[in-house]
């Protein structure tokens, strides 16, 4: 169970050896990371033995996964969604292992910047099996602003939110803004 106030991010920007990025997380007395790579290798292309090896080193740190920093949501929007959708399972079920109900994700790259409405239903088609399956699974979905992806602006942002109500959580991050 997560605790109510941490302080989390990526380890990965630190170094992509494992054994490096918990070495200085433990010097900083970080508990908490959100996985997105470790060795090189990124979550979605992770064995269950490759996570196996890395929950036990985590697990002798004291360490724990806040969340999952998925590439999910990072296809273009006319991309063929089904093994993208397998994909997303690999992550849910990782997303168990680590014992975390969060997953970063994201809403699809748009072929025209100028014209997002053009694909507002297609995205909110994809947003909703995923999001449908999130549920099944009792895991959160963690939408992160991005620029070029149909939530990169404030406004389709809250598009996204007040569809999907309490079903979608928010990642924001400003300097993704500041590229729109």
């Known amino acids: 169970m997560l605790e109510k106030s941490l302080i989390s991010g990526f380890a990965d920007e630190i170094d992509s050896a494992f054994d490096v990025q918990l070495g200085v997380l433990e010097s900083l007395?970080?508990?908490?990371i959100e996985l997105r790579a470790a060795d090189g290798?990124?979550?979605?292309?992770?064995?269950?033995?490759?996570?196996?090896?890395?929950?036990?080193?985590?697990?002798?740190?004291?360490?724990?996964?806040?969340?999952?920093?998925?590439?999910?949501?990072?296809?273009?929007?006319?991309?063929?969604?089904?093994?993208?959708?397998?994909k997303y399972k690999h992550i849910v079920e990782?997303?168990?292992?680590?014992?975390?109900?969060?997953?970063?994700?994201?809403s699809f790259y748009l072929p025209d910047e100028n014209l997002p409405e053009k694909y507002r239903d297609k995205v909110m088609e994809r947003m909703e099996k995923l999001v449908d399956y999130a549920k099944q699974e009792a895991v959160t979905l963690l939408h992160e602003n991005e620029k070029g992806i149909y939530g990169d602006t404030d406004t389709r942002c809250m598009d996204l939110?007040?569809?999907?109500?309490?079903?979608?959580?928010?990642v924001f991050d400003p300097a993704n803004y500041v590229q729109c």
Request: hydrophobic letters at 40%; a negative charge; glycine letters at 12%.
């Open 29 to 32: 007395g970080q508990k908490y």
């Open 41 to 86: 290798i990124g979550i979605v292309d992770f064995t269950m033995d490759k996570a196996k090896e890395i929950k036990e080193k985590m697990d002798a740190c004291g360490i724990a996964v806040s969340a999952i920093g998925s590439p999910i949501g990072k296809i273009g929007i006319n991309d063929e969604f089904e093994p993208h959708f397998e």
């Open 94 to 106: 990782l997303a168990h292992y680590f014992e975390t109900p969060n997953i970063r994700m994201f």
């Open 161 to 170: 939110y007040e569809h999907f109500g309490g079903d979608m959580g928010v």
